[in-house]
């Protein structure tokens, strides 16, 4: 196995299973909480990014999930470019295919709660979500409008160069109406007065 990813939360294992690249997902302790509740945390989070990964796959490409452990997840790797390096290439014209997306997650009450073009991948002509692990079932607009608030903060960030080519085809590709427009501003009104 190969150590190829080593974040906060878990550290990804690039490894072959059956003839075919797969992923291990594992969830690190953390030194600094209490032993058993840090079991319970990471063995609930990995069982719920699990069921999430496969509930979305009805509606968007992501992972096939091979295998779940105690806190670890065996995923299908998907080999591609992350969308992050093709917009910084200049590449934009997956834009509208991400809103369609997530409108399609959006539409079976999956709310990503970590939309950052790092957790996209092209494959061919397949756009893979992947990292579900804040992720979690919601029906409520502010939830969903929140999803887009943080993609929006993080494209305007990470892509300030290319923002305005991006921002307007993910809210074409969503079919985004007045609604959800509206709490996306409310969001971002109510963020303003609070810092």
Do not use: C
Not at 79 to 85: A, I, L, N, S
């Amino acid at each position: 196995m190969k150590l190829i990813y080593h974040g906060a939360e878990a550290e990804l294992w690039l490894d072959t299973y059956l003839g075919e690249k797969v992923v291990h997902k594992r969830r690190v302790p953390k030194p600094y909480k209490h032993p058993s509740l840090d079991e319970s945390l990471r063995a609930s989070r990995t069982k719920n990014e699990a069921r999430i990964l496969s509930m979305a796959r009805s509606a968007v490409q992501t992972p096939h999930v091979y295998g779940l452990s105690g806190y670890e997840i065996t995923m299908e790797f998907v080999d591609g470019e992350r969308v992050k390096e093709l917009f910084y290439s200049g590449k934009t014209h997956v834009a509208r295919r991400i809103g369609h997306d997530i409108r399609k997650m959006h539409d079976i009450d999956i709310i990503h709660n970590d939309l950052t073009t790092s957790n996209m991948i092209l494959s061919g002509r397949d756009l893979f979500f992947i990292d579900f692990g804040l992720a979690r079932v919601s029906s409520e607009l502010e939830d969903k409008a929140m999803d887009l608030v943080v993609f929006k903060k993080m494209l305007s960030s990470t892509h300030y160069d290319v923002f305005d080519r991006i921002w307007g085809k993910v809210l074409d590709g969503y079919h985004a109406d007045e609604t959800i427009k509206k709490r996306i501003g409310e969001i971002e009104k109510r963020a303003k007065y609070t810092r």
